[in-house]
């Protein structure tokens, strides 16, 4: 059986879910792997395929999107010519996980594709929005990488075809202690922003992850770091909790080692103000945005709030098992 796995390269959460997928893909056949997309700092130990512009959004440094400057590095005739040219008959299954290039390629010439991801699980109507939905992001849910099936994962299995989250076996081998530092990756912050928070809360020591600096550097009890896989999970090993944005992948992750989690959603990101609902559901606090309030907002969930833990089960062997068992020859 050939393999292709189309992988969305727009922040880290897709490539490190993918870093723990391709291992059990590999076992039911040949696998060519796909990535498109500009934002991900995290890389993957194997060949890549087909590595592709795609459309991807860029984080800003004021805990948003970068509109403009997402706009300008579009290429949309590119995107289409990738679509068209993708060689993907030549496979027997196309595994996406919010790719567009591979998706469309697939459904464009009658390739099965199953979507595998967290996005997928905004298909059901029983994921957790906000009141007010946003209708061009839910049409974005629905097309932007379509499959005719779609294993979804969340905090929890708001649906049937929803799963709990993908762990890496580099964090389950973790053991998790508390060395009373507190872990921070807020991509769409500065970290010259982020300093002048953290730098007034001397409870704690801060370990700060940025997209936005290429050294390390450290001021007073704030340690800042770029982006590196390694680092970021000793830090979370030994925190005593992580501070995040509204992504899906982090603060999972830190639910399984059992620490305390603040989410800060990206300003003006669907997706990431869904998942705070999520996220506050299995016991995570949620702020808002970052404000005159936010020194407050650290002090008291420093004190206050409680750690959180969810065993999720690892499935994602049997998962992957199920859902190619039809397309073995």
Known sequence: MKILYGIQGTGNG????????????????????????TQADVDLPWPVKYRLHGWSFTFGKNGGVDYWDSFKKMKTIALFSDIFKLPVKQYDVVITDFEPISAWAAKLKGVPCISIGHQASFLSPKTPRPANKNWFVEQIFKYYSPAKQAIG???????SFIRTPVIRSEIRALKPSNQGHVTVYLPAHDDKLLLSYFSKVKEVNWEVFSKHSKNIYEQE????????NERYNKSLETCMGLITAGGFEAPTEAIFLGKK??????????????????????G?????EINENFIAHIKSWI???????????????????????PYKK
């Open 14 to 37: 897709h490539v490190s879910r993918a870093r723990e997928i391709i291992p059990y893909l590999a076992k039911h056949g040949e696998l060519d792997l796909l990535i498109s997309g």
């Open 153 to 159: 994962f969340h905090f929890e299995s708001y649906d």
């Open 221 to 228: 009890h704030v340690k800042v770091f770029p982006i590196n």
């Open 261 to 282: 989690v603040m989410v800060i959603p990206m300003i003006g990101q669907y997706e990431q103000h869904c998942n705070a609902i999520g996220a506050k559901k299995a």
């Open 284 to 288: 995570c606090t949620v702020v808002p």
């Open 303 to 325: 004190e206050f709030a409680k750690p959180v833990h969810i065993n999720y089960p690892d499935e994602t062997d049997q998962i992957l098992s199920e859902i190619l068992e």
